[in-house]
């Protein structure tokens, strides 16, 4: 017979455990903090790369002749904004099971930049711009600017993105920028219907990742499931 407490009670998760926010990275030391930071990174995108990899809850298609590649919506939307509006944007009318063609790329070439997209840990603003030029613009498609903000794809007057100032480094040959800027979060100003808790702005992202995916869900853009906790409706991403 097993003695009592050993083995018969399963492990507790608290949901505010040290780490997770920045008040409880605080606590911890600077060594401990980039440890910590690190870890959970890494795991985000291992966590991500296997969403890709095993087409899990995917909702579009592209295609590069005979090769499918399967993605979703929403990582796109955080992450390329301008590319998903670019190419998927267009295409609101077609099922989910219909590809969108994708072109001027190579397949091999297209299997590296979703990687990029659902793994970097790094602002990958400057490579999409890098994308777009050369595989885009460059072709004679007409641009768009997406408004990330309201989920709104306009047309171009002339100042797109994508002319800004892109990295001085070779995106083609796969290098991912380092580059630091970051978007406001706008916010709402209907405070009732907000069910985001304020708390959520002290949440510290591990990496440029998580930030970009936390911004998809203060935006609650394009949720595709609903949770309800007390009473209270959070839209969330599968």
């Not at 009318?93 to 091999?108: I, K, Q, Y």
């Not at 936390?214 to 609650?220: G, H, I, T």
Request: glycine fraction near 6%; include cysteine; charged fraction near 30%.
């Amino acid at each position: 017979m097993a003695r009592r407490g050993e083995d018969s009670v399963a492990p507790v998760v608290l949901l505010e455990s040290p780490g997770v926010c920045s008040k409880g990275l605080q606590r911890k030391g600077p060594s401990e903090r980039r440890r910590l930071k690190a870890m959970v990174s890494e795991q985000l995108s291992q966590d991500l790369l296997r969403l890709l990899r095993e087409e899990v809850h995917t909702d579009v298609t592209f295609s590069i002749g005979c090769t499918l590649f399967k993605a979703h919506k929403a990582v796109l939307l955080a992450r390329v904004p301008d590319f998903y509006f670019h190419t998927v944007g267009h295409t609101n009318n077609l099922t989910n099971h219909e590809p969108v063609a994708v072109e001027n790329f190579e397949a091999s070439e297209f299997r590296i930049f979703l990687q990029i997209v659902y793994s970097s840990n790094r602002n990958i603003k400057n490579y999409e711009e890098e994308i777009l030029r050369k595989k885009i613009v460059e072709s004679g498609v007409p641009q768009k600017k997406c408004d990330f903000s309201v989920g709104k794809c306009t047309d171009n007057d002339g100042r797109s993105s994508v002319g800004k100032r892109s990295s001085d480094h070779s995106f083609m040959k796969h290098e991912i920028p380092e580059d630091n800027n970051k978007e406001d979060i706008p916010e709402d100003n209907n405070k009732e219907d907000n069910l985001i808790s304020i708390d959520i702005y002290d949440l510290e992202p591990a990496s440029e990742l998580g930030e970009d995916l936390l911004k998809l869900y203060v935006k609650q853009c394009c949720p595709d499931i609903d949770i309800y906790v007390d009473g209270k409706c959070f839209k969330a991403h599968r």
